[in-house]
């Protein structure tokens, strides 16, 4: 077999093998840190809107990552901030720091289902998931955006503690970046969020517009994502619970 036929034969075993899809999207998005402005619109169900903003940085990649986003607008929120610290064998250890009351609080696992401070992600969704917390499934071919996409579901593992009993993820064949994940419970569609304005960022293919919309509220948010960067030096010390509170 020559080697065109040797990669051809490569091609589509991996089509076939949704974890090794997963990973490969895994591979392509590692980098050592990630900084970036979000600029976030919250569209209630009666299309009342809220502007924030926050700060988000990252150090490590996937199960071995931390990070830090910070409430910067409107003033009411501002300082508010969520420290993360990822783990690849289970759920993330978390804790939000609130100015006015001048404490922490650890989040428990039982309230990672609630949104995060007025927004349309909930504490779980702010989460770096590793590949190997969930197992898949390839469900066929499908279309997002005039894109051709892969559509797997995605399990948690036992050692997981999620929300979700399953997820439906979308990824693009071309690129083999996360276009839409849907979220489920049972049978009911609980969160979507969509991935928008693909840019290629020092090499890493990114979305510069998010979107999650609530199925129980009726509500969504929007975020821009401004001045994002990877790859950046960045200091361990800057995501502990004493950087926190210092702000």
Not at 185 to 213: C, H, P
Not at 221 to 244: R, S
Request: glycine letters at 6%.
């Amino acid at each position: 077999m020559n080697k065109w036929l040797l990669f051809a034969a490569a091609g589509v075993a991996l089509a076939q093998d949704p974890r090794q899809i997963v990973e490969e999207v895994q591979k392509r998005s590692r980098a050592e840190s990630q900084r970036y402005e979000g600029t976030l619109q919250v569209i209630d169900g009666r299309n009342r809107i809220t502007d924030k903003k926050w700060e988000y940085e990252r150090i490590g990649s996937f199960g071995d990552s931390k990070a830090v986003l910070r409430f910067v607008a409107p003033a009411e929120v501002k300082g508010v901030a969520l420290l993360i610290h990822n783990h690849k064998d289970r759920a993330s250890d978390q804790w939000m720091w609130t100015p006015a009351l001048q404490r922490d609080r650890r989040i428990a696992l039982q309230d990672r289902s609630t949104r995060f401070f007025g927004t349309d992600f909930s504490f779980e969704d702010l989460e770096e998931r590793d590949v190997n917390q969930y197992d898949y499934k390839l469900l066929g071919e499908d279309t997002v955006d005039g894109q051709a996409c892969w559509k797997i579901e995605s399990r948690p593992v036992k050692t997981k503690s999620s929300q979700y009993t399953h997820s439906y993820v979308w990824v693009r064949k071309d690129i083999y970046a996360f276009v839409q994940v849907e979220g489920h419970k049972g049978n009911q569609l609980v969160r979507r969020i969509s991935y928008r304005d693909l840019e290629r960022v020092k090499g890493i293919w990114t979305a510069r517009l998010m979107e999650v919309f609530d199925a129980t509220r009726k509500s969504k948010t929007v975020m821009k994502l401004e001045k994002l960067d990877y790859n950046l030096p960045m200091k361990e010390a800057d995501f502990t619970l004493q950087a926190l509170r210092r702000g």
